[in-house]
């Protein structure tokens, strides 16, 4: 880990538009990307393909510290390869994002998961995408930003995104379990989904993807960690 090497953590709830966002930014800037909700989403598919079962946080936590992982970020879309398989599409169902959910809650999962997370800090910065990233992983980022969205929208944009990839889906049943899952990220005594205290918010409800793209390198560069050209 290069300590010295600056990061760029955006967290916030599902839905929010921090992955699209953090791999814009990344791209734009030639960072760096950890997308830190997918590592908890593997564990979790890894855990189901190695028979560990979700409330055996023990198991959880060594297949945590085993996970093998690789993100490949050439392309449009980075591909993320677990033991050597493509694995974007099925860490992305709905409910591995519920059981990652249930994963992140587990203190012996997030502590073998920390370390790992930490070595994607490398010259020249780094994009990390979470839910914790500002207020456990990198404290000491030279810039944080929290981004929000209503439950409603983050709701409709995962309804679209589902729609048109062809998958039938529920607007009130993906609300409910957005509402869910908000309350259980906020709720967990470790490491509850808050913004860091010294976090900028952002509420992207009502912003399109440029927009927000563009206020996080004015930041950036408000900062000094960037040149704008």
């Known amino acids: 880990?290069?300590?010295?090497?600056?990061?760029?953590?955006?967290d916030g709830p599902g839905g929010a538009g921090k992955g699209?966002?953090?791999?814009?930014v990344a791209d734009q800037l030639g960072w760096y990307l950890l997308d830190s909700g997918a590592l908890y989403r593997l564990t979790a598919l890894a855990a189901s393909r190695h028979a560990v079962a979700l409330d055996d946080e023990a198991g959880l936590a060594h297949v945590a510290a085993h996970l093998d992982v690789t993100f490949q970020t050439g392309g449009d879309t980075p591909?993320?390869?677990?033991?050597?398989?493509?694995?974007?599409?099925?860490?992305?169902t709905e409910q591995m994002g519920d059981a990652a959910s249930r994963v992140a809650a587990l203190p012996a999962v997030r502590k073998a998961l920390l370390q790992r997370q930490r070595d994607f800090r490398q010259a020249p910065g780094l994009?990390?995408?979470g839910r914790d990233m500002g207020t456990v992983v990198f404290q000491d980022?030279?810039?944080?930003?929290?981004?929000t969205a209503s439950a409603e929208e983050r709701a409709r944009r995962r309804y679209s995104q589902l729609r048109e990839a062809g998958v039938d889906a529920s607007l009130s049943s993906l609300l409910k379990d957005i509402q869910a899952r908000?309350?259980?990220d906020m709720q967990r005594e470790v490491a509850p989904l808050?913004?860091?205290?010294d976090a900028v918010e952002l509420d992207?409800?009502?912003?399109t993807i440029p927009e927000v793209v563009d206020r996080l390198t004015e930041l950036l560069a408000n900062r000094g960690l960037v040149t704008v050209t």
């Open 127 to 129: 994009v990390a995408d």
């Open 141 to 147: 980022a030279p810039l944080k930003i929290f981004l």
């Open 79 to 92: 591909q993320v390869l677990l033991e050597g398989e493509a694995v974007s599409g099925a860490i992305r």
């Open 20 to 24: 699209t966002i953090s791999r814009l």
């Open 182 to 184: 908000d309350a259980r």
């Open 204 to 207: 992207t409800t009502h912003l």
């Open 194 to 197: 808050v913004p860091a205290e």
């Open 1 to 10: 880990m290069n300590q010295s090497a600056p990061v760029l953590t955006v």
